[in-house]
């Protein structure tokens, strides 16, 4: 069974960094894709970065200049870098991954880590 953790939210002052992580496991052949989401209570999930192929990794307009995506793919993990973090990034962030094994393709998340941003 394809699992994905995350690990690495938590309370910051606006302005500091925080660094998720999350790593995929399970018997995966191959990533397709990787990206991250959040979500705050009443809202839709929404994408934060998305990397759908080796080189190409889009942001939200919101983040731009301050969020970094990248992927580890020998260890199958994606990683967010959020700095200068602003009251409006407080959300639950969660992990996607579209993961093939063997002939079958699948999307899985992660169960979310909470990130909050406040003086």
């Known amino acids: 069974q394809v699992q994905l953790v995350e690990s690495g939210g938590g309370l910051v002052q606006p302005g500091g960094s925080l660094r998720l992580s999350c790593e995929a496991s399970?018997?995966?052949?191959?990533?397709?894709?990787m990206a991250w989401y959040r979500q705050t209570p009443g809202k839709q999930r929404e994408l934060v970065a998305d990397?759908?192929?080796?080189?190409?990794?889009n942001y939200a307009d919101s983040v731009k200049g301050r969020f970094t995506m990248f992927r580890d793919n020998a260890k199958n993990a994606a990683y967010l870098q959020m700095n200068n973090l602003k009251a409006e990034d407080t959300a639950v962030y969660y992990c996607?991954?579209?993961?093939?094994?063997?002939?079958?393709?699948?999307?899985?998340w992660g169960q979310g880590t909470q990130v909050t941003v406040s003086s």
């Open positions: 990397n759908r192929d080796a080189s190409t990794i």
């Open positions: 399970g018997g995966i052949s191959r990533i397709n894709r």
């Open positions: 996607y991954a579209r993961v093939q094994k063997l002939i079958w393709t699948n999307d899985y």
